[in-house]
C-alpha cells in the first residue's frame, strides 16, 4: 500500500510526474506506442490514427468546456476551418507540413477568436446556441464560396510529405500524428499549471468571483475559445492530411456532439478524460459492427448501423451525466485507488 | 415594373404560415423552460417523433387519419411524459447546463429511434387539409400552408385559454412564477414538471404533424427546432408573447431571405438575426433579464 510522496523541493511539488511509478508506467507507455505499429495490421493503425487525431481535438474542446464551463458545439466546424485552411493552402504554396499545420492552428483560432465575440454578451446556454449559430454559419461558407473552397463538392488533398516521405498509409501517418498529439496534450497539461489555466478554471467555478479576483473575463474567455480553437485547426489539419478529401458535409454538427460527448464520457475538466472519452468513443462504431455482426440480423447490417450509433452516442451522454457525471476518468481514479489501498480497504 | 408585389406578398404569406408553426412550436419550448427552467434543444427532434407517430398510426396501422392525429397526441404526450420521468427527473438540482446536455443526447436518441423504425428516407404524410387553390387578392397561397396556418392559430389560443381557465395551467404558471410558494400552497411541483412535458410533448406533436402535412417528414426534420431555438431566444426564453412575436417574424425573414436570396440564404438569415440579438438584447425582445448575485 502506498500512502503518499514525500516532496522535499518545489521543483518536484510541482512537477508534472512526481513519483518514479508513473515514469516507470510512462515508459512503457512510450514503449508500447513505439512497438505498436510494427505489430498491428492496417485496420488497427487506421484506428489508432483517427483516435489520436480525436483525441487532440477532444483535448481542445475540454480546454473551452471542460475547464473554462463554456459549452461549444461548434467544434467540429472549427475542425473544419482547419482542415479547409490545410487544404486551400496546399493548393496556393508548397509549405512544410509543420507550417501548415500551424497556420491552419492559427487561421482556426482567429475564427474562434470571433465566435467567441458574443461571449462578451452572454454565457452559459446562449453561448451555446451562439456556437450552433457559427458551425451553421461556417457550414455555408464552406458550402457556398466556391472559388475558395471547391463548394459542396469539397477540396482533395496530397499526402503530407515529410523529408522527402508521403505519408500515405497508416502506418506512415502514424508517425507523424502521434507526436504532434503528445504534444498537444503535454501543451494542454502545462497550460493548466500556468496563471492563463487557472484563471479558465476560476472562470468555470464561478465567474463573477472570478471577475471580483481580477480576472479579465472577456479576454481570458476569449483566450480559451483561441486555444480551443487553435486545437481543434491542427487536429482538422490532420484529419484532412488523413482523410485527403474534405466537403462540407464532413463536419456536421452531429460531429461537434460526438466531441461533447468524448469528453462529457470521458470526463471533463481533465485531460485523463480527453484521452479515454475520445479513445472509448472512437471504438464504439467498432464495437457496434461487431455486435451488430454477431446479431442473428437478417437485415442489411449497415442500413441499422448508423441509426444505432447515434442512439448509443445520445445514451452515453445521459446515462454518464446521470450515473457518472465525473466520467470514465473517475472510473480509472476509482479503480487506482483500489489497487493503492489494496488489501487494507476494499 | 421595378417590385414584384404580388411575389412579395405570396413570399410573406408563405413565411406567416412557418412563422405560425414556429410560435406554436416555440409555445411548447415556452412551456417547459418557465416550469422547469430546462433548455430543451430536443424539442425540433420531439416534434420529429411527433410526426412520426401520426404517420405510424395512420399508415403503418391504417387508421383513419383523423383518429391517427389524436393517437399520435396522446402517445406523443406520453413519450414526453416519460421522457420527463426517465431523463429530467434525476438532474433536478444539477447545473443548467448537465441537464441542456441531456436534452442534447436525447435528440440523438430520438434520431436514432426514428430512423431505426422508419429509415432515414424521407415519407409523405397523408394528406388531410382541404385541398383547393387560395387567394388573396392577388396572391396565390398554397392550400395546406393556408389551413395549416388557420389550424394553428386555433392552436395557439386554445393553449393560451388552457393555461388561463384550467387549475392544471394555473398550477403550472403558479410554479413558473414562484417554485417555494407554489409548493406551500399545496401545488404537487414534481406533478407539475411531468405536466409541462407532457403538454410541451403534445404540442409539439401537434406542430409536427402540422410541419408534416405542409413539407412531408424526414429524420432530419429536427432541424427545425433550431429554427424555433432562434425564435426563443429572440423572443425570450421565458415569455409567451415574445414566442409568438418572434416565432411570425422569423417565420416572415426566412422566408424573404429564401424567396429574394436564394434558399441556401435561410438557415445563415436566421442564425444571424440569432448574433445579432444575442449581441444587442440577450435576454430577448420580451424575456425578464436575468440578475446575478454572489
Known amino acids: 500500500m502506498r500512502i503518499g ?5 518545489y521543483r518536484h511539488d510541482e512537477a508534472l510526474f512526481d513519483t518514479r511509478t508513473q515514469y516507470a508506467w510512462l515508459a512503457a507507455l512510450g514503449a508500447v506506442l513505439l512497438i505498436f505499429p510494427f505489430s498491428a495490421n492496417e485496420y488497427w493503425l487506421y484506428l489508432a490514427c483517427l483516435m489520436l487525431i480525436n483525441i487532440g481535438s477532444a483535448a481542445g474542446l475540454n480546454i473551452l468546456t471542460g475547464y473554462t464551463g463554456l459549452v461549444s458545439l461548434g467544434h467540429a466546424a472549427f475542425m473544419g476551418v482547419g482542415a479547409y485552411t490545410v487544404a ?3 493548393g496556393i504554396i508548397d509549405l512544410p507540413v509543420v507550417i501548415s499545420l500551424l497556420a491552419a492552428g492559427a487561421v482556426t483560432m482567429v475564427a474562434g477568436f470571433i465566435v467567441g465575440i458574443p461571449s462578451l454578451r452572454v454565457k452559459g446556454l446562449y453561448l451555446a446556441i451562439a456556437t450552433i449559430a457559427a458551425s451553421m454559419i461556417l457550414h455555408f461558407v464552406f458550402s457556398n464560396w466556391q472559388s475558395v473552397t471547391g463548394g459542396t463538392g469539397g477540396l482533395m488533398v496530397n499526402p503530407a510529405r515529410i523529408l522527402g516521405v508521403d505519408l500515405d498509409t497508416s502506418f506512415r501517418f502514424y508517425w507523424m500524428v502521434m507526436p504532434i498529439t503528445i504534444l498537444m496534450l503535454l501543451g494542454s497539461a502545462n497550460l493548466f499549471r500556468s496563471r492563463t489555466g487557472r484563471a479558465f478554471i476560476a472562470i468555470r467555478d464561478r465567474d463573477i468571483s472570478a471577475e471580483v479576483l481580477g480576472i479579465r473575463l472577456l479576454r481570458y474567455k476569449l483566450l480559451s475559445f483561441g486555444i480551443s480553437s487553435f486545437y481543434a485547426g491542427v487536429a482538422g489539419g490532420l484529419w484532412a492530411y488523413f482523410f485527403r478529401i474534405i466537403t462540407p458535409e464532413s463536419f456536421p454538427l452531429s460531429m461537434s456532439i460526438f466531441f461533447l460527448t468524448a469528453i462529457i464520457v470521458g470526463g471533463m475538466g481533465s485531460l485523463l478524460g480527453s484521452i479515454l472519452g475520445a479513445a472509448f468513443i472512437t471504438m464504439v462504431p467498432e464495437a457496434l459492427k461487431l455486435i451488430i455482426g454477431w446479431l442473428p440480423i437478417s437485415a442489411d ?30 472510473v480509472w481514479r476509482r479503480t487506482q485507488r483500489f489497487f493503492h489501498l489494496w488489501p487494507f480497504r476494499s | 415594373m421595378g417590385f414584384d408585389w404580388v411575389f412579395f406578398a405570396e413570399v410573406t404569406l408563405a413565411g406567416l404560415g412557418t ?22 434543444l430536443a424539442i425540433g427532434e420531439m416534434l420529429m417523433l411527433g410526426a412520426y407517430l401520426c404517420f405510424g398510426f395512420a399508415v403503418d396501422l391504417g387508421l383513419p387519419i383523423w383518429l391517427a392525429i389524436v393517437a399520435a397526441i396522446i402517445v406523443g404526450g406520453l413519450a414526453g411524459g416519460l421522457i420527463e420521468r426517465l431523463t429530467i427527473r434525476p438532474m433536478v438540482g444539477e447545473s443548467p447546463i448537465s441537464t441542456f446536455m441531456i436534452t442534447v443526447g436525447l435528440a440523438a436518441v430520438l434520431v436514432g429511434l426514428v430512423e431505426l423504425v422508419w429509415t432515414a428516407s424521407p415519407r409523405r404524410m397523408p394528406a388531410f387539409l382541404p385541398d383547393d387553390a387560395i387567394f388573396i387578392g392577388e396572391a396565390f397561397v398554397p392550400s395546406k400552408v393556408f389551413y395549416g396556418f388557420l389550424v394553428t392559430a386555433l392552436l395557439i389560443a386554445i393553449v393560451l385559454l388552457v393555461f388561463r381557465y384550467w387549475r392544471g395551467g394555473v398550477a403550472l404558471r403558479a410554479t413558473a412564477f414562484d417554485q417555494a410558494a407554489a409548493y406551500s400552497m399545496g401545488i404537487n411541483v414534481p406533478r407539475v414538471f411531468s ?3 407532457i403538454v410541451a410533448a403534445m404540442i409539439a406533436t401537434m406542430a409536427g404533424i402540422l410541419v408534416g402535412a405542409v413539407g412531408g417528414i424526414s429524420p432530419s426534420m429536427g432541424v427545425f427546432g433550431l429554427s424555433v431555438l432562434v425564435v426563443v431566444i429572440a423572443g425570450g426564453l421565458d415569455s409567451v408573447l415574445g414566442a409568438l412575436v418572434a416565432g411570425l417574424a422569423i417565420g416572415l425573414i426566412e422566408a424573404w431571405a429564401s424567396g429574394f436570396l436564394g434558399g441556401e440564404f435561410k438557415i445563415v438569415a436566421t442564425f444571424m438575426i440569432l448574433i445579432a440579438v444575442l449581441m444587442i438584447r440577450p435576454y430577448g425582445l420580451f424575456g425578464t433579464r436575468e440578475i446575478e448575485r454572489l
Open chain 1, 5 to 9: 510522496t514525500a516532496r522535499f523541493s
Open chain 1, 88 to 90: 486551400v493552402l496546399q
Open chain 1, 301 to 330: 447490417t449497415t442500413l441499422i448501423l448508423s441509426p444505432v450509433r447515434t442512439i448509443v452516442y445520445g445514451l452515453l451522454i445521459i446515462g454518464f451525466l446521470i450515473f457518472e457525471p465525473l466520467g470514465l476518468q473517475e
Open chain 2, 19 to 40: 412563422g405560425g408553426l414556429y410560435a406554436l412550436t416555440a409555445l411548447a419550448f415556452v412551456i417547459i423552460f418557465k416550469s422547469t427552467g430546462v433548455v430543451n
Open chain 2, 195 to 197: 405536466l409541462s412535458w
